[in-house]
DNA sequence: ACCTGAACACCGTTCAAGT
DNA sequence: ACCTGAACACCGTTCAAGT
């Protein structure tokens, strides 16, 4: 089905050699931050695994070794793009307020992890942060809990904790995790008899609940008790010093 | 620096046609188990990133196409690694402390999860289980939590959460997470001095600590949060129905 | 300073041809 | 039933040659 077009007549005799070297017409857009943008195009619109040094040039009308000229490797290019996304979380304000403020924080990680494609949220949760951009985050939330006493070395475990939680959550809703139940009820039906079948006790048991996952809620449910935790350790610690 | 063997005398004309189809010698050892046990040899050896089916049809001694009659596709031979890797997990024997049992369900799974070469444990933490088989695991976990008085959706809940904490920290500990901590002293002196410098006061504050990281206690520190937590809240539910 | 051609050493996968 | 040769459409990356 695909048709050749025509020959264009040519006037001149004079045959262009083989082009090499920057072509004169380009108006030059290529950078680091042009070759990450598109990075984030090719992922929105074909997923994580679409994304080659030669699919992002495709979409930058160049060819894949000129990316070298603006980054080091493909590794460092996917490293960039993490920060990307995560540079588009909206950091809360405060309340004061650790419950509400840690709430704050978790669900704006969310959406900046699962906006745009699904796919990217595994760039972003699975590879170390080691350039110190982005640390905003990091400081309010450090913020949050010593603001609410905690002590720096217990606020950073808790820290800690937290983004476990949320990597662990969020991997397995951006489908690539560990996990049994499916969003979609074509698929939790025949899983949960599945699972009866399986003539474990407990398993079958739980069929039910464990064939079903509402991603959003899921979040919540950890997410909360991890807050209640904290704010009762919290609370208990500061009763400790107050008695004395 | 390649030197070509001298050609062999051929004793007989009849010279041999490019040989093909499966050689007679061969004691045919390639199967779907020897084939999952050949690329976790891999993975130990080279690790994750060196899996490919031409090197583990090399481990083998055969070409990577003969794998495609035991094997479906690469992703698929990665999911039978996962699945290989989490059936060696020793399941503990209840107790009926449901803080013990948990403790040790969580220990255990680490240990299976970080056993070998630690790219295995991506493979492991980073795929879905779709295959029924396996869910020892998390009927022994369903178990104690029902054991304790856990009403069944809850208990899948409360499985959920653990399981994406331990996802969380083990990835981190896997060397491909989100964190800023670091194993080695030599990484961490300079670290700490850099996030000093970042300017931001609670991360400064908190340098000493977020500079360091210690995985094993790391990840007791979280499992013992929610440990407490689902306790204390299975404790107040059972106080909350005797008292009716 | 920045881009391309040629080249290299890889990939996963299909399919017909062999035993 | 099971393995290989040939072939295809990809990869990331180096480096000299061009502008």
Redesign the interface.
Known sequence: MTTTPPPRPRLRPTAAPARRGRPPTGSSTLSRDAIVLAAVEVIDAEGVEAVSLRSVARRLGVDAKALYNHIESKDSLLDAIAGEVLSRMVVPALTGDLSIDLMAIAQAFRVAALSSHRGAA?L???????S?AN??P??VT??AF?GAGAE??W???AV??T???????L??EA???????ADDPEIAGPREA??VE?G????A??A???SR?DHAR?FD??IK??I???V??LERASLDTRER
Chains 1, 2 share one sequence.
Do not use: C, K, N
């Open positions: 595994t972003v949760l699975s590879r170390p942060v080691e110190l640390l905003a990091l400081e450090l913020a010593m720096p070395e606020a950073v475990h800690r904790t983004l476990a939680y949320m990597t662990g959550t991997l397995r489908s690539a995790g560990l996990t049994l139940g599945a699972l399986t474990l006790p407990h398993v048991r739980v039910p609940y464990l996952l899921e449910f950890g008790i991890l209640d935790a904290f009762a350790q």
